[in-house]
């Protein structure tokens, strides 16, 4: 058995879809969330066995929907470090603070682990062509799988996206079109293209059930790199949300499969001020956001003003007695400058934002100094030059350097 593939569920009303056709969203118009047989799982292997496989997130094929090996498209992704802060956590009272980079992994984000379990079903469904809109690494991530598989790639961004991004769709391939918007106005430009275009499936964020498989494999790795149990608290930027929601469902399926104990970690959503639809959504109370008007953020990746699937963040945030948090750009910023000073570690803006806001949780009191924090961190800083200003000195070829201060 190399899947344990069942069937998806409607995240709203439990309602049951065939998982061996091509699908989007549920009739309700909600993600549709894949389901297993996990007794067979648990019947069928252990952590040992896992734990001796190639170090790549398809360790976990079993609890993944690629039902044949030979359809998996992959680049080496998973097992990324994770990785102590010694310093950094030291300087803000946290000296538990763990960090998962996914900075490490191909095409510099995160984006590559749903882009490869994406990409893999896709194909073997028989898909010909993927489209989408994004912030820039999910493009990315989906343009370089779909060339490895041999598929069509149609993308739509931002035309304020990372510009490496724009590199990596026209390096691979991809059709790519700048739009003056947001990733709501990419995503309807893709929307009505997809409709004439015979083979192709839309995979925007949650709009197709397999994104969010890949993510959950973070929530895996956490537990099998701490010993198979969880920390207390993981903290994870939120935009889209489907990391966040992955993670979620992982910890939901290793507690079934009894690979961990009953513990849950509180999971905490960090948002940027300039685009908080789930941050203002929790805090009122409310089970979904509303758009956030003007949205804004040198954190691009998580500049989501309405994201699909917010009511299943907002359950698994307060589920596990978690939180959702907004960060000023100021405040993540100075954080990205003060991890990579401390502990050697130069992360995305996003992955910032989670430091700010561990920072300003343990400032608070929300986070005791004892506690063990896993940040995600999304993507590499290398992908965002612009955020580090370099104004140094250029000296003459026969010039000196000066004595330190």
């Not at 310093?87 to 095409?107: F, S």
Request: with cysteine; aromatic share 6%.
């Amino acid at each position: 058995m190399f899947s344990a593939l069942s069937h998806l569920d409607c995240s709203r009303t439990c309602e049951r879809y065939d998982a061996d056709q091509v699908q989007g969203v549920s009739a309700a118009g909600v993600p549709l969330l894949a389901r297993y047989d996990l007794e067979q799982v648990a019947r069928s292997v252990t952590r040992e066995e896992i734990a001796s496989r190639p170090p790549t997130l398809w360790r976990y094929h079993e609890v993944l929907p690629v039902r044949d090996r030979a359809n998996v498209v992959s680049l080496g992704e998973g097992m990324t470090p994770l990785t102590a802060l010694p310093r950094y956590g030291a300087a803000i009272g946290l000296p538990r603070l763990l960090m998962k980079d996914e900075g490490l992994i191909p095409t510099g984000s995160f984006k590559a682990r749903g882009a490869a379990v994406g990409v893999s079903r896709a194909y073997e469904l028989g898909v010909t062509g993927v489209a989408m809109p994004t912030n820039g690494n999910a493009g990315a991530a989906w343009a370089t799988y779909a060339a490895r598989a041999g598929l069509d790639c149609l993308i739509a961004m931002p035309v304020d996206a990372p510009s490496i991004t724009r590199t990596e769709c026209v390096a691979s391939g991809a059709e790519l079109y700048l739009v003056d918007g947001l990733i709501g106005d990419a995503g309807k430009l893709v929307n009505a293209a997809v409709g004439s275009r015979s083979g192709y499936q839309e995979v925007s964020t949650l709009k197709e059930p397999y994104r969010l498989e890949g993510k959950k494999t973070m929530g895996y790795e956490i537990a099998e790199q701490l010993g198979w149990r969880m920390p207390d608290v993981i903290v994870y930027p939120t935009g889209g949300g489907v990391g966040l929601i992955g993670i979620d469902k992982a910890i939901r399926e290793l507690q079934e499969l009894g690979w961990i104990g009953d513990k849950l970690p509180k999971l905490v959503a960090v948002q940027a001020e300039g685009c908080a639809p789930i941050v203002e959504a929790y805090e009122s109370g409310a089970e979904v956001s509303e758009p956030f008007p003007n949205a804004h953020t040198v954190a691009f990746g998580i500049t989501v003003p309405k994201a699909l699937g917010d009511f299943l963040v907002l359950d698994a945030v307060r589920r596990t007695d978690g939180t959702a948090i907004a960060v000023s750009d100021a405040d993540l910023l100075a954080e990205q400058r003060a991890l990579a000073s401390a502990d050697g570690a130069f992360i995305c803006p996003e992955g910032a934002a989670c430091m700010a806001a561990v920072k300003q949780l343990r400032e608070s009191g929300w986070l005791s100094g004892s506690d063990e924090v896993a940040v995600l961190n999304t993507g590499a800083g290398l992908k965002y030059p612009e955020t580090i200003p370099v104004d140094v000195s250029t000296l003459p070829v026969d010039g000196r350097i000066p004595d330190p201060a």
